[in-house]
């Protein structure tokens, strides 16, 4: 490569210089209209005051940066309503701020997804699959059988709406087994999001046990990754919704 085109190339990435300005300026002009119009539409009037001004300082060219670093547009969301979830709680400081933004600036849209789907199931827990009917013959005899519970029909329905809202495409009888052990959400079993949880350990937003031949109700000796939502996840569920609605 010519030294004259390395010159070009580097000054393209300075903002409008070099012979690709104006198609910079213009790309940036983009994304900051989509940023604003983000901003305007998570985060309400009044959010920032309840902090000083050094912190109001600090969270804006912290919000700036994610911007100028051409954050996606769902990560971008995620960190205004992480703004007005704190200060909704509260909890809004500069260092609160970059601490879960930090976070979400690197999450991928299917991990977002996937969180989204984890929350939701911690929320509403599976209830009784089965309940029991019992049928009085005209011998005397009764016969019994098992039946989906109304409650578990009720719930899957919508589970089944939430999932397919998330676009995930796979199965949904697949993503069911989830249990809430101890005050902990964990997931057991088959596993379809397994791939995407390993990822999800770099966040500390998850733990991972591994249950011991002992411990693994299915008797077949072999480990079972157990992921468990982290204090730090159970923090930041507080003030973010992770759902994006994926039709728009």
């Given at each position: 490569m010519k030294k004259e085109n390395i010159v070009d190339l580097i000054t393209a990435f300075i903002p409008y210089s070099g012979a690709g300005g104006a198609v910079l300026k213009a790309y940036w002009q983009k994304q900051l209209n989509e940023k604003m119009e983000i901003t305007l539409s998570e985060i309400r009037q009044g959010a920032l005051d309840k902090i000083h001004i050094d912190d109001q300082i600090s969270i804006s060219y912290r919000i700036a940066r994610s911007i100028s670093e051409g954050i996606a547009n769902h990560n971008f969301r995620l960190i205004c309503r992480l703004l007005q979830g704190l200060s909704d709680n509260d909890k809004l400081t500069a260092n609160t701020f970059a601490r879960f933004a930090s976070i979400l600036d690197t999450l991928t849209e299917d991990e977002i997804k996937v969180i989204a789907y984890d929350i939701w199931m911690y929320k509403n827990p599976k209830p009784k699959i089965s309940k029991e009917i019992r049928t009085k013959m005209n011998n005397g005899s009764t016969i019994v059988r098992w039946e989906e519970s109304d409650e578990y029909d009720d719930w899957k329905m919508k589970a089944t709406t939430f999932i397919d809202a998330l676009k995930i495409s796979i199965d949904t009888n697949a993503l069911f087994?989830?249990?809430?052990?101890?005050?902990?959400?964990?997931?057991?079993?088959?596993?379809?999001?397994?791939?995407?949880?390993?990822?999800?350990?770099?966040?500390?937003?998850?733990?991972?046990?591994?249950?011991?031949?002992?411990?693994?109700?299915?008797?077949?000796?072999?480990?079972?990754?157990?992921?468990?939502?982290?204090?730090?996840?159970?923090?930041?569920?507080?003030?973010?919704?992770?759902?994006?609605?994926?039709?728009?």
């Open positions: 087994d989830r249990l809430v052990s101890g005050g902990k959400y964990i997931i057991k079993g088959d596993n379809p999001f397994s791939t995407i949880h390993y990822s999800l350990l770099r966040t500390g937003l998850y733990s991972l046990e591994i249950l011991t031949r002992q411990q693994n109700a299915a008797g077949d000796g072999k480990g079972v990754a157990v992921f468990n939502f982290s204090p730090l996840m159970l923090e930041l569920m507080d003030y973010v919704d992770f759902y994006l609605n994926y039709d728009s």
